[in-house]
């Protein structure tokens, strides 16, 4: 059946998101088990007690919808980040969350601006809706190059949207930068700080990165963007949030499909704040203090780029990370691979998440094998 028929052409152009390869799969592949998986920057100590145990209680209630306006954890976010219920926002993971942003805020004609080396779901959630994606260069580190973002600012700039840190790089935007970038912002724009990691980069003092919730309060344009799928370790329930003036929680709520967040979600979710500073700060620091080593381990490999969040990016070189990346596989051990024989931004690159003591292990014997 010809696609020209019934898909307009922006999304007949779009790539398809290409997921890290499931455990299940490569176990299948191989007649293993016990494959790791250190591709998709989940938490590998998992949710909290508390929110794995909140999971059973819920399943009473899976013949009832589930609370479309998420009540009981829009309060536990205001009383854990300081803020009203009506600065929430709530979506299917932080992916969703984007969708939302852009299907509120932006008009036909409008752009959605980022750097080069963002990750790939600020791209597809401005084309899906039919508008224009501004990618401004980079630094030599790979990090958003400030004086670049800012020359790409245009009339029809409608969105930043700034991961801090940066998913695949790591990198960060210091606080002098986002005042910066916040100081050439248009009036009718918004600042968008995608805070998925920002545990792990809070968990070092030592490190300057932008925190957004501080800073919206000196501006009302600057949305905010968390997810559950870190941290809290709860990558298989999707939940993601924003804050945000009550006026863009306003239209966002305008254009959230109903029942976004199932029963299960929202139950683990609730929980899990209850043990924000016990769980998951606790493991934070920790993944730093693994992520240091990892990363000294990894560097006679190949460069190295410096990364405050549960991931390093390695660039072992055009074909050969390919080659590794077939390697680990084939030892059971799943990294994202983001080489390809056309090139593009990230050839020759491998990202690895900091996992556990025992798997980090597992991969540099694997590597040293393969070397």
Same mark, same amino acid.
């Given at each position: 059946?010809?696609? !020209?028929?019934?898909?307009? =052409?922006?999304?007949?152009?779009?790539?398809?998101?290409?997921?890290?390869?499931?455990?299940?799969?490569?176990?299948?592949?191989?007649?293993?088990?016990?494959?790791?998986?250190? @591709? #998709?920057?989940?938490? &590998?100590?998992?949710?909290?007690?508390?929110?794995?145990?909140?999971?059973?209680? @819920?399943?009473?209630?899976?013949?009832?919808?589930?609370?479309?306006?998420?009540?009981? *954890?829009?309060?536990?976010?205001?009383?854990?980040?300081?803020? !009203? !219920?009506?600065?929430?926002?709530? $979506?299917?993971?932080?992916?969703?969350?984007?969708?939302?942003?852009? *299907? =509120?805020?932006?008009?036909?004609?409008?752009?959605?601006?980022?750097?080069?080396? @963002?990750?790939?779901?600020?791209?597809?959630?401005?084309?899906?809706?039919?508008?224009?994606?501004?990618?401004?260069?980079?630094? &030599?580190?790979? @990090?958003?190059?400030?004086?670049?973002?800012? =020359?790409?600012?245009?009339?029809?700039?409608?969105?930043?949207?700034? $991961?801090?840190?940066?998913?695949? !790089?790591?990198?960060?935007?210091?606080?002098?930068?986002?005042?910066?970038?916040?100081?050439?912002?248009?009036?009718?724009? *918004?600042?968008?700080?995608?805070?998925?990691?920002?545990?792990?980069?809070?968990?070092?003092?030592?490190?300057?990165?932008?925190?957004?919730?501080?800073?919206?309060?000196?501006?009302?344009? +600057?949305?905010?963007?968390?997810?559950?799928?870190? +941290?809290?370790?709860?990558?298989?329930?999707?939940?993601?949030?924003?804050?945000?003036?009550?006026?863009?929680?306003?239209?966002?709520?305008?254009?959230?499909?109903?029942?976004?967040? #199932?029963?299960?979600?929202?139950?683990?979710?609730?929980?899990?704040?209850?043990?924000?500073?016990?769980?998951? *700060?606790?493991?934070?620091?920790?993944?730093?203090?693994?992520?240091?080593?990892?990363?000294?381990?990894? =560097?006679?490999?190949?460069?190295?780029?410096?990364?405050?969040?549960?991931? +390093?990016?390695?660039?072992? $070189?055009?074909?050969?990370?390919?080659?590794?990346?077939?390697?680990?596989?084939?030892?059971?051990?799943?990294?994202?691979?983001?080489?390809?024989?056309?090139?593009?931004?990230?050839?020759?690159?491998?990202?690895?998440?900091?996992?556990?003591?025992?798997?980090?292990?597992?991969?540099?014997?694997?590597?040293?094998?393969?070397?």
């Amino acid at each position: 059946m010809d696609p !020209t028929l019934f898909a307009p =052409a922006h999304v007949r152009s779009l790539d398809v998101y290409q997921p890290g390869k499931p455990i299940e799969e490569l176990e299948r592949e191989l007649g293993i088990r016990g494959a790791i998986k250190v @591709a #998709s920057n989940e938490n &590998p100590l998992g949710p909290s007690p508390k929110a794995l145990a909140a999971i059973p209680l @819920a399943v009473n209630q899976l013949h009832l919808y589930p609370d479309a306006g998420g009540f009981a *954890l829009r309060r536990a976010l205001s009383t854990k980040l300081g803020v !009203t !219920t009506d600065e929430l926002s709530l $979506g299917n993971g932080s992916n969703d969350m984007l969708y939302q942003l852009v *299907l =509120a805020t932006c008009e036909l004609t409008d752009e959605v601006l980022s750097h080069k080396f @963002a990750f790939l779901s600020y791209r597809l959630s401005a084309q899906v809706a039919g508008r224009t994606f501004v990618a401004a260069a980079v630094t &030599p580190e790979l @990090a958003c190059d400030v004086d670049a973002l800012i =020359a790409a600012i245009t009339p029809r700039t409608k969105l930043i949207v700034l $991961g801090s840190p940066n998913n695949p !790089t790591g990198s960060v935007i210091t606080k002098a930068q986002a005042e910066r970038i916040l100081a050439a912002l248009p009036a009718r724009a *918004l600042l968008v700080f995608d805070e998925a990691y920002a545990e792990y980069a809070a968990a070092w003092p030592e490190v300057d990165h932008v925190d957004g919730l501080a800073l919206r309060v000196k501006d009302p344009r +600057i949305v905010v963007l968390r997810t559950f799928s870190k +941290i809290y370790g709860l990558a298989g329930l999707r939940v993601g949030f924003t804050i945000s003036a009550p006026a863009i929680a306003d239209v966002l709520e305008k254009v959230r499909p109903p029942y976004n967040l #199932s029963s299960l979600d929202q139950a683990a979710a609730v929980f899990a704040l209850r043990e924000a500073a016990t769980w998951c *700060l606790a493991r934070a620091a920790d993944v730093v203090e693994e992520r240091a080593k990892l990363a000294a381990a990894l =560097a006679p490999y190949g460069d190295v780029f410096e990364s405050e969040a549960n991931l +390093i990016l390695v660039r072992f $070189g055009a074909g050969r990370a390919s080659t590794l990346w077939q390697g680990l596989a084939d030892r059971g051990i799943v990294v994202r691979n983001f080489d390809s024989p056309a090139g593009g931004p990230l050839a020759g690159c491998l990202r690895i998440t900091v996992g556990t003591v025992e798997e980090n292990a597992l991969l540099l014997a694997a590597l040293a094998e393969l070397a």
